[in-house]
C-alpha cells in the first residue's frame, strides 16, 4: 500500500496530462474519480484536468488528498446526455463537461481525452474540435476483441463512428489500425483481415473487392500482413490481428457479442443454481469461473479509441465502473506516452503515398 500511495504522490518533470469527462457515465463522477485513482496508482507521472460539477468532485476527492493533488478540476453543470442528437449537442454544447474535455486536448493542455458519454456526440465533438487527420474522410472507432492471440485481443475497427465506409475508407482503416496495434498492443507487423461473407477470393460486393486489392498493394510498404477475407468467426481467432470493416457491421458485431456475453453468463448462473447439487459443484468449479471472468471480463478491455483524428480520444463504456473507468484512462495513457496520434498521421501519409497509382486508376474507371 505505502508503495502504490508512493507512487501516486510521485511528481515528474513531463507529466503525461489526460482530460476527464466526469459527467457523461451511468454510473456518475464517483466511478470516474474511482477509475482515476486505480490508474494514477497504476501509472507514473499521470495527471488530470477533470471536467464537470466542481463541488461533486471535490466530495469525491476529499478523502483522496494524494489524487486531488494531481487533479485540475474545470467546472461546469453542463452536459451531453444520452439521448442528445449529435447535430444538437453541437449547438448547444460549448459549454458542455464533454466540449471542455475535449477542448483540453486541443489547446494542447492535454495529451489525450476520454469519456464515458453520448457517442455519437463525442465523435461529432471531437472531429470540429480536433479536426481529421489528413486524408481520412472517416474516422473510425478501434476496438479491443478478446481472442485466443498471444496478446489475448484482436483490434476491430469501425466499431460504430460511421455507418458507410468505401474501398478508400477501408484502406485507411487497415493503415489506422495496424498503426494503433503497434502503439497500443505492440505488434511489430500487425495481420490485418477484412471481415467479409467468406474467405474466398469471389466472396462478397464489389466495394469490398477493392479494398481488399488496395489494402493488398501497401501491406509490405506499411509494415503488416493482409492475410485477406476473414468471416465472423475469425474475430476471436488467431488467424489475424485486426479486422477491418464499415461500422454498420461492425457496430452490429459487437452489439451481439455483448449481448451473447451477458446470456452466457445469466445461463451459467442458472445452471450452478438450479440444484443443491449444482450449487456444490459451482463450490469445486469457483477457481476456474474466476479465472474464465478474469480472462473476459470486459472492463479491463474497456474503451474504443477515435482513430483518424489530430489528437488521441478514448471512449469509454458508458456503465463503466472505476475498473472499466481505470482501463480506459490506462488506454489513453499508453497512446499518449507513445505520441499516438502523430505516429498515425506519419503512418497514413505513407500509405496514401504508396497507394497513389491505384488509387487514380480506380477513379479513372469508376462510373
Known amino acids: 500500500m505505502a508503495e502504490t500511495q508512493n507512487r501516486i504522490a510521485q511528481t515528474d518533470l513531463a507529466p503525461t496530462v489526460i482530460s476527464i469527462d466526469a459527467m457523461g457515465g451511468d454510473s456518475g463522477i464517483k466511478a470516474v474519480i474511482g477509475g482515476m485513482e486505480k490508474s494514477a ?9 477533470v471536467h464537470g460539477d466542481e463541488a461533486e468532485i471535490r466530495r469525491c476527492l476529499k478523502r483522496r488528498p494524494d489524487l486531488a493533488a494531481l487533479t485540475e478540476i474545470v467546472h461546469t453543470t453542463e452536459v451531453i446526455s444520452m439521448d442528445d442528437k449529435p447535430s444538437a449537442a453541437l449547438r448547444r454544447g460549448k459549454e458542455s463537461s464533454m466540449w471542455l474535455t475535449i477542448s483540453s486536448v486541443k489547446n494542447g493542455a492535454a495529451q489525450a481525452a476520454v469519456s464515458c458519454g453520448n457517442t455519437g456526440a463525442l465523435m461529432a465533438m471531437s472531429t470540429v474540435q480536433l479536426r481529421k487527420t489528413p486524408g481520412v474522410a472517416r474516422p473510425a472507432i478501434a476496438i479491443l476483441w478478446p481472442s485466443t492471440n498471444k496478446q489475448g485481443y484482436n483490434i476491430l475497427l469501425d466499431a460504430g463512428a460511421d455507418i458507410k465506409a468505401d474501398p478508400q475508407d477501408l484502406l485507411k482503416y487497415a493503415i489506422m489500425g495496424a498503426s494503433y496495434a503497434r502503439n497500443g498492443l505492440g505488434l511489430r507487423q500487425p495481420r490485418v483481415g477484412l471481415l467479409n ?3 474466398e477470393e469471389f466472396k462478397g460486393r464489389v466495394e469490398l473487392q477493392d479494398a481488399a486489392k488496395l489494402i493488398g498493394t501497401i501491406a509490405t510498404s506499411s509494415d503488416f500482413q493482409f492475410v485477406g477475407f476473414v468471416e465472423g468467426s475469425d474475430v476471436p481467432s488467431n488467424r489475424v490481428d485486426i479486422i ?9 458485431a ?3 457479442a455483448e449481448g451473447t456475453a451477458r446470456q452466457v453468463s445469466d445461463l451459467l448462473k442458472a445452471a450452478f443454481t438450479h440444484t443443491l447439487l449444482s450449487r456444490l459443484g459451482a463450490l469445486f468449479a469457483l477457481t476456474s469461473l474466476r479465472r474464465l471472468k478474469n480472462r473476459i471480463d470486459p472492463r479491463k478491455v474497456n474503451g474504443g479509441v477515435f482513430l483518424g483524428l489530430n489528437g488521441t ?9 472505476a475498473t472499466g473507468v481505470a482501463a480506459a484512462i490506462g488506454l489513453a495513457y499508453n497512446l499518449a506516452q507513445n505520441d499516438f496520434a502523430e505516429k498515425l498521421s506519419a503512418r497514413v501519409a505513407a500509405g496514401l503515398a504508396a497507394s497513389k497509382d491505384v488509387l487514380s486508376n480506380m477513379d479513372e474507371v469508376s462510373p
Do not use: M, Q, W
Open 197 to 199: 461473407v467468406g474467405t
Open 254 to 256: 459487437l452489439k451481439t
Open 41 to 49: 496508482r497504476a501509472h507514473e507521472g499521470l495527471r488530470f484536468i
Open 244 to 252: 477491418v470493416t464499415d461500422g454498420f457491421t461492425g457496430n452490429i
Open 313 to 321: 480520444v478514448v471512449k469509454s463504456h458508458g456503465g463503466a465502473d
